[in-house]
C-alpha cells in the first residue's frame, strides 16, 4: 500500500468517524466522502481552469469522466438532502400568491402597472414561473415543489459552468456542495415563494457563462444572448441587477473588449429600469416600502454578527475554519499582487521567483517603476473589493431590518462565502509540491468547511419541516373540511386565499363551503354569531370544539361617530353616502360574492389578504351590480388617518321592497344629527 493510498484510508476514516458521530445519516455523507476522494485521483481534476483540460496527459475520456463526477457530487448530495420536499404542503405567502396568479395569470405581470402585488415588487418571472404551474397542475403542491428543486439544481449546473473558468473541477464541486449545505440554501429550498431567488440566481450565472464566453471568441452575438438571460434575472429579483457593474472585473482580457461586449447588459439595465418605472412609478423605481422596520445604523453594525446567526456558526471553534479561509483569501491576493503569473507554479518556484526580484530591486535603474507598478496593483484591487461589496451589499440595504428573520435573503451571500472557501483552497494548491500532501491539505480543509456547515444544518432542516407541517395541518383541514354549519378559527394571514382557491378549484366547495376566521376578530366573529366552532391550538396541534361568542357588527372598532344612507334602484344599481368624515378611508362589505370582480368605478380589487372581503370606496358614489334578485346586506367600515377604526350595523336591503319612487332606501347612523334622506330631495 502506498502512501496515498495510507492517506486516502486515513481521510475516508475520519470522514466516517465525523459523520457517525455529528450526522443523523452518516452513509451518504461518508459516501460523497469517497466519492471526493476518488475524484481527487484524476489529474484533470486539479486543472487551474478550463484552458488548461486539454493536454497529452489529460485525453478527452479522462476529462468527460472528470467533469461528469465533479458536478454530479454536489447534485448527488443535494437530492439526497432535499428530496423530502416534496411531501411538502404550502407555506407562508403561497396561497396568496396563488390567488394572485389567479387572477391574473402567468404574463400580465410583466407589462400591466395595475397587476401588481400591494406590496410595490416588480418580479414578474414569479408571476410566469409559478403561474404556470398553477394552470398546468392546478393546487398540487408536488408539482410545484418538483419545478423548484429542479430550479435550484440549474443553479448548481450553472455555477460549475461558471467556476470552472477560473477553479479547478475539484474546487468548484466543493464550492457548490458547501452551498447546498448552507441554511439559507436549505430555507430557500422549503419555500416555493422565494423560487424567483434561485431561479434569478441561475439566469445571473448563466449570463456571467455567456459573457465570458463573449470575451473568448470576441462575438457581440454571444453577449446579446448574455444581456437577455441578465434580463430575465433582474426580471426575477431586483437583487440580481447590480451583476453589470461586476461582469467587467470577472476578465483579464483588455479593458476596451470588455467594455464593447458589456453594451448589451449595459442597454438592458436601461431597458430593466424603464419597465420597473412604468410598473411601479417614480416613486418605487429604487425604494421597495414594504420594510415595517426603521433602517438604523445599529442594524447595519449588526450586519456580520446576523451573517454568522444565519450560517448556524454560534460556537467559538467554528471561528478558526473561517480564519482559514481568511487567510486562504490573503494568500490568494498576494499572489495577484507581489508574484502576478498567468499559469500555476508551486511553492518552492514562487519563493525563487521572490528571492530573485527581492535581490534584484536595489540594482534596478526602474525602481521607482517597479513601485509604482505594484501600487497600480494594490489600487486595482481595492476598486475592485469595493465594487464587488457595493455591488452585493447595497441591493440588501432596504431589507437590512429584516434580515434576521428571513434566512433566504442570505442566498447570494451563501454562495460567495463558498466561492472564497474554494479560492482559499485552490490558493493551497499552488503551495504544496508532493500530490499526496496537498491531496491530504485540500480534502482535509474541504472536509472541515463541510462539517462547520452540516452541524447547524440538521437542527435547521428539523425546524423547517417541523414549520411547515404545522401550517400544513390546520391548512389541509382550510382546504378540503366539508362544515358548512361550524366556523373554523385559525390565525393564518392567507387563509382567505385557501378559502378562495378552494371554491374555484374544488366542485364540492360551491355547494357546501366553509366558513373561517382569525382568532378575536370581531367583524368575523359577527358574521358568524352563535355557530359551533372549531379552533386550532398550535402547541397541542388539535381543533377544539367552542361556540362563537354573540357579536354585532356595530359594537367592533371605536364606537365613533358614522352615517350611512344606502339606496338601491332595482334591479342593478346601489348609490351610497358616507359621513361625516371628510379625511380617512371607507370600505363596504357585501353578501353579494361578486367583490373579486369589481373594477369599475370607484370600487377596488381587493387584495388576496383582506380578511371579511371589505374594499375600499368613496365617500359618495354609485355601482352597478349584476340583476339583484334577493336581500343584500351590507356592512360599512370607516378607517381614520389615525388608524382607529368603526363599523355601522349589518344592513339588509330587499329589492322586493321598494317605496312610492321605485326606490329602496335605509339608513343607519350613530349620531346626534340623522342624515337627510335622498328622497327627501325629491318634489
Given at each position: 500500500m502506498t502512501k496515498l493510498h495510507r492517506i486516502t484510508f486515513l481521510l475516508g476514516g475520519w470522514w466516517l468517524l465525523t459523520f457517525y458521530l455529528f450526522n443523523p445519516?452518516?452513509?451518504?455523507?461518508?459516501?460523497?466522502?469517497?466519492?471526493?476522494?476518488?475524484?481527487?485521483?484524476?489529474?484533470?481534476?486539479?486543472?487551474?481552469s478550463v484552458e488548461n483540460f486539454h493536454s497529452p496527459s489529460n485525453p478527452p475520456v479522462s476529462i468527460i469522466t472528470t467533469h461528469l463526477?465533479?458536478?454530479?457530487?454536489?447534485?448527488?448530495?443535494?437530492?439526497?438532502?432535499?428530496?423530502?420536499?416534496?411531501?411538502?404542503?404550502?407555506?407562508?405567502?403561497?396561497?396568496?400568491?396563488?390567488?394572485?396568479?389567479?387572477?391574473?395569470?402567468?404574463?400580465?405581470?410583466f407589462y400591466h402597472p395595475a397587476n401588481k402585488l400591494a406590496t410595490d415588487f416588480y418580479t414578474p418571472l414569479q408571476s410566469l414561473s409559478l403561474g404556470l404551474d398553477y394552470q398546468w397542475f392546478g393546487a398540487n403542491p408536488r408539482a410545484f415543489y418538483w419545478h423548484h428543486l429542479l430550479a435550484f439544481m440549474a443553479v448548481l449546473i450553472a455555477g460549475y459552468s461558471v467556476f470552472i473558468q477560473f477553479l479547478s473541477p475539484l474546487i468548484a464541486s466543493m464550492v457548490l456542495s458547501l452551498f447546498v449545505m448552507t441554511i439559507p440554501a436549505a430555507e430557500a429550498i422549503h419555500y416555493l415563494m422565494v423560487r424567483h431567488y434561485i431561479e434569478g440566481l441561475a439566469l445571473a450565472l448563466l449570463s456571467i457563462w455567456w459573457y465570458l464566453q463573449a470575451i473568448k471568441r470576441q462575438k457581440l452575438w454571444w453577449a446579446i444572448f448574455g444581456s437577455l438571460l441578465y434580463l430575465f434575472a433582474a426580471l426575477a429579483k431586483e437583487i440580481y441587477v447590480p451583476l453589470v457593474v461586476l461582469l467587467p472585473i470577472l476578465s483579464r482580457s483588455p479593458l476596451t473588449i470588455r467594455l464593447r461586449l458589456l453594451i448589451p447588459f449595459v442597454i438592458v439595465a436601461l431597458i430593466y429600469s424603464l419597465l420597473r418605472l412604468y410598473i411601479l412609478?417614480?416613486?418605487?423605481?429604487?425604494?421597495?416600502?414594504y420594510t415595517r422596520e426603521v433602517l438604523t445604523w445599529t442594524k447595519i453594525a449588526q450586519l456580520p454578527s446576523t451573517f454568522f446567526n444565519t450560517m448556524g456558526w454560534h460556537e467559538f471553534w467554528q471561528?478558526?475554519?473561517?480564519?482559514?479561509?481568511?487567510i486562504g483569501l490573503g494568500v490568494k491576493f498576494w499572489q495577484s499582487l507581489i508574484l502576478p503569473t498567468t499559469a500555476p507554479t508551486r511553492f518552492a518556484t514562487r519563493f525563487d521567483n521572490f528571492k530573485k526580484v527581492v535581490k534584484s530591486i536595489p540594482h534596478q535603474p526602474d525602481g521607482h517603476a517597479e513601485e509604482e507598478s505594484k501600487k497600480s496593483q494594490w489600487r486595482k484591487v481595492g476598486i475592485t473589493t469595493i465594487i464587488w461589496l457595493s455591488a452585493i451589499l447595497m441591493p440588501l440595504v432596504p431589507i437590512i431590518p429584516r434580515l434576521s428573520s428571513f434566512h433566504y435573503f442570505w442566498l447570494l451571500l451563501a454562495l460567495l462565502f463558498s466561492l472564497a472557501g474554494g479560492l482559499a483552497l485552490q490558493a493551497m494548491t499552488n503551495y504544496l509540491v508532493t500530490p499526496v500532501w496537498r491531496q491530504f491539505a485540500i480534502m482535509g480543509g474541504f472536509f472541515t468547511l463541510f462539517w462547520l456547515n452540516l452541524i447547524p444544518l440538521p437542527t435547521e432542516q428539523a425546524?423547517?419541516?417541523?414549520?411547515?407541517?404545522?401550517?400544513?395541518?390546520?391548512?389541509?383541514?382550510?382546504?378540503?373540511?366539508?362544515?358548512?354549519n361550524h366556523t373554523l378559527i385559525y390565525d393564518y394571514y392567507c387563509a382567505a386565499s385557501l378559502v378562495y382557491l378552494r371554491e374555484q378549484l374544488l366542485p364540492l366547495s360551491s355547494t357546501t363551503g366553509v366558513n373561517w376566521c382569525l382568532e378575536n376578530d370581531c367583524i368575523c366573529q359577527a358574521l358568524y354569531t352563535g355557530q359551533p366552532g372549531l379552533i386550532y391550538n398550535n402547541q397541542a396541534r388539535v381543533w377544539y370544539n367552542f361556540q362563537m361568542p354573540a357579536r354585532h357588527f356595530a359594537d367592533c372598532g371605536n364606537p365613533s361617530e358614522l352615517t350611512v344612507q344606502l339606496t338601491l334602484k332595482p334591479p342593478t344599481t346601489l348609490s351610497w353616502k358616507l359621513g361625516p368624515y371628510q379625511s380617512g378611508e371607507y370600505y363596504i362589505m357585501t353578501t353579494l360574492d361578486t367583490a373579486p370582480n369589481f373594477t369599475a368605478g370607484n370600487w377596488k380589487v381587493r387584495r388576496p389578504w383582506d380578511v371579511g372581503r371589505f374594499i375600499q370606496i368613496s365617500p359618495n358614489g354609485s355601482h352597478t351590480f349584476p340583476q339583484i334578485l334577493k336581500p343584500i346586506i351590507i356592512v360599512i367600515r370607516y378607517v381614520s388617518p389615525e388608524g382607529w377604526e368603526t363599523y355601522s350595523e349589518a344592513i339588509t336591503l330587499d329589492p322586493n321592497n321598494t317605496n312610492e319612487y321605485g326606490l329602496v332606501e335605509q339608513f343607519w347612523s350613530r349620531s346626534e344629527t340623522p342624515p337627510k334622506r335622498m328622497t327627501d330631495t325629491i318634489p
Open positions: 445519516s452518516p452513509s451518504l455523507l461518508v459516501a460523497v466522502g469517497i466519492l471526493y476522494l476518488i475524484l481527487g485521483q484524476m489529474p484533470a481534476a486539479w486543472q487551474d463526477l465533479a458536478i454530479s457530487l454536489p447534485i448527488f448530495l443535494f437530492w439526497s438532502l432535499y428530496l423530502p420536499v416534496l411531501d411538502q404542503w404550502w407555506s407562508y405567502d403561497d396561497p396568496c400568491l396563488l390567488e394572485y396568479l389567479h387572477h391574473i395569470g402567468p404574463f400580465q405581470g412609478g417614480w416613486e418605487n423605481l429604487i425604494h421597495q416600502p471561528l478558526f475554519p473561517l480564519l482559514g479561509v481568511a425546524r423547517l419541516q417541523q414549520l411547515l407541517q404545522k401550517q400544513a395541518e390546520p391548512g389541509s383541514l382550510l382546504w378540503s373540511a366539508q362544515l358548512p
